[in-house]
C-alpha cells in the first residue's frame, strides 16, 4: 500500500517534534493555550471590552460593548456584537458574526451558531442550541421608523434547539427540550419536547430525552 505523502510528510514532522522536544504537538498545544490565556487577559481595560469581567474569551475581532455582562468561559468568535445591556451566561459560545442587543439574556452553556442576530426581548434558557442563521424576531407587524413601545419577549427554555435557517415569530415561547427543524417558521408556542418542521411549524413527535 503506497501511503499519501501528505501523510508521510506529517509522520515525518511528527518524528522530528519527538526528537528535537520543542516542537511537538504537546508543546504546540501549551503554546495556543499560553496565548489564548494572554489574550484573556489583554482584554482587561482596553476600549470596547469591560473591565469588571475578564475571565471569558474575546476574539481580537469581535465586539463586546463596555456594560456587557459575559460569563466564565464563554468564548466570543471573530465579528460578533454584544451591545452594553446583554447578559449572557457562563460557558456559552458565541461563534462568528453573531448580533445581540441590549435587552437579550442567555443562560448558560448556550451554543450560538454563526449568523445569528439576537434582538430585545429575547429571553435564551441555559444549554439551549441555537443554529446557524436561525433568525428571531420582536415585532410582528413591523414599519420603518414605527417603533413598538415594547418589543415582544420570545422565550428559548431549557434545552432547546433550534434548526439552521429557522424563523421564530415574535412573542412565542419554544418549550424545555423542544427541537425545531431546520428552516421552520415557528408562529405559535411549541410544547416541551415537541419536534416540530416545516412553515408553519407542525409537531411531528416528542422526545423524550
Ligand atoms: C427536525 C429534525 C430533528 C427531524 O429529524 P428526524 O427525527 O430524523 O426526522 P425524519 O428525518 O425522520 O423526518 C420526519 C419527517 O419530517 C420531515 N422533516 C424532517 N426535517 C424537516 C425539516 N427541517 N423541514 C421540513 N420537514 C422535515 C421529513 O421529511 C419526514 O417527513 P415524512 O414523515 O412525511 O417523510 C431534523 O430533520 C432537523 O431539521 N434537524 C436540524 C438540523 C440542523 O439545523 N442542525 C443545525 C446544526 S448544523
Request: charged letters at 25%.
Amino acid at each position: 500500500m503506497t501511503i499519501p505523502f501528505k501523510v508521510q510528510r506529517k509522520a515525518k514532522r511528527g518524528e522530528q517534534g519527538m526528537k528535537m522536544g520543542n516542537s511537538n504537538w504537546m508543546d504546540k498545544s501549551k503554546k495556543l493555550l499560553h496565548r489564548w490565556g494572554h489574550q484573556m487577559k489583554k482584554t482587561k481595560g482596553e476600549p470596547g471590552l469591560p473591565c469588571d469581567n475578564s475571565s471569558f474569551f474575546s476574539h481580537k475581532h469581535a465586539l463586546v460593548e463596555p456594560g456587557a455582562e459575559i460569563g466564565e468561559r464563554t468564548r466570543i468568535w471573530a465579528f460578533a456584537h454584544i451591545l452594553a445591556g446583554a447578559k449572557i451566561g457562563a460557558d456559552c459560545n458565541i461563534c462568528d458574526h453573531v448580533f445581540v442587543e441590549n435587552d437579550v439574556i442567555i443562560g448558560e452553556r448556550v451554543t450560538i451558531k454563526c449568523g445569528v442576530q439576537l434582538w430585545d426581548g429575547l429571553r435564551v434558557a441555559d444549554d439551549v442550541f441555537i443554529g446557524p442563521n436561525a433568525t428571531f424576531t420582536n415585532d410582528i407587524f413591523p414599519r420603518s421608523k414605527q417603533y413598538p413601545e415594547e418589543f415582544m419577549q420570545t422565550h428559548i427554555q431549557t434545552g432547546a434547539s433550534i434548526g439552521a435557517n429557522a424563523t421564530i415569530l415574535p412573542g412565542v415561547t419554544i418549550g424545555e427540550k423542544a427541537m425545531v427543524g431546520a428552516g421552520s417558521v415557528v408562529i405559535k408556542d411549541v410544547p416541551p419536547y415537541a419536534v416540530v418542521v416545516g412553515n408553519p411549524a407542525r409537531i411531528i413527535r416528542y422526545e423524550e430525552h
